[in-house]
């Protein structure tokens, strides 16, 4: 069956940075588009970032956009999501997700996955 794990979240101090992966399993993962969520206690999930499988096209959140880059290794079925500069504000559990239903151009929408990892905590405090 289709499995995310997520990984490397953790303690940042701000200005700092992390890198997450994604590793996947149980599906053709070249093919598939795999997208980056996050959600603040109280807050809804709110996109951060997509990448394609096509032509390995990207997608930022407006409020990450300069400071965090994603990336594929086809070969390891991982997905990375490199966060530099962090703030406060990015405190959250980051997901990682797959199935997306509607095209590249619905990235943004978490409703628009079928499978979702379990996420991994990220805090950013001095």
């Known amino acids: 069956q289709v499995q995310l794990v997520e990984s490397g979240g953790g303690l940042v101090q701000p200005g700092g940075s992390l890198r997450l992966a994604c590793a996947a399993s149980g599906f053709t993962f070249h093919s598939a588009a795999i997208g980056w969520f996050r959600q603040a206690p109280g807050k809804e999930r709110e996109a951060v970032s997509c990448?394609?499988?096509?032509?390995?096209?990207?997608y930022y959140a407006d409020s990450v956009k300069g400071r965090f880059t994603v990336s594929r290794d086809n070969a390891k079925n991982t997905v990375y999501l490199q966060m530099n500069s962090l703030k406060p504000e990015d405190t959250a559990v980051y997901y990682c997700?797959?199935?997306?239903?509607?095209?590249?151009?619905?990235?943004?929408?978490?409703?628009?996955?079928?499978?979702w990892g379990q996420g991994t905590q990220v805090t950013v405090s001095s």
């Open positions: 997700a797959t199935g997306l239903l509607y095209g590249s151009s619905s990235w943004y929408k978490p409703q628009g996955y079928v499978y």
């Open positions: 990448i394609s499988s096509s032509d390995g096209s990207t």
